[in-house]
């Protein structure tokens, strides 16, 4: 995170965080899928922690924008579901994800993230 150079040959942004910004973040029983995207900007960090349901579907992953990081088209990886277990990924042009709500819940995830 200390790097000098400002983006990395993988795209994600090298600079020192200077903030950090908390959410729990709600998406509705029978949200749409969000569509595709990398969180390139000013984060830095997102790290992810599932909070309910018990049983879910987590953030799936897809490499590049049309699919992984050689540009195979892909459906992605989806992680488990593990309720008070988070996970965290640099964005980068390599780290398109998307997620969508639950059929038969609202579905609740603790989003924290590094800004610079």
């Not at 998307?98 to 609740?108: A, H, K, Q, T, V």
Request: hydrophobic share 30%; aromatic share 10%; net charge negative.
């Amino acid at each position: 995170m200390t790097e000098t150079e400002h983006v990395s040959p993988w795209g994600y942004v090298k600079d020192t965080p200077s903030r950090i910004h908390e959410v729990l973040q709600s998406s509705p029983m029978g949200m749409r899928r969000y569509p595709r995207h990398s969180d390139l900007g000013v984060k830095c960090l997102t790290i992810l922690v599932p909070i309910h349901p018990c049983r879910g579907v987590s953030t799936t992953f897809y490499g590049g924008d049309d699919g992984d990081a050689y540009g195979v088209k892909n459906d992605g990886v989806t992680l488990d579901w593990d309720v008070n277990v988070g996970y965290m990924f640099r964005p980068s042009r390599v780290s398109f994800h998307s997620y969508e709500g639950l059929i038969d819940s609202d579905r609740y995830v603790m989003n924290v993230n590094l800004l610079v």
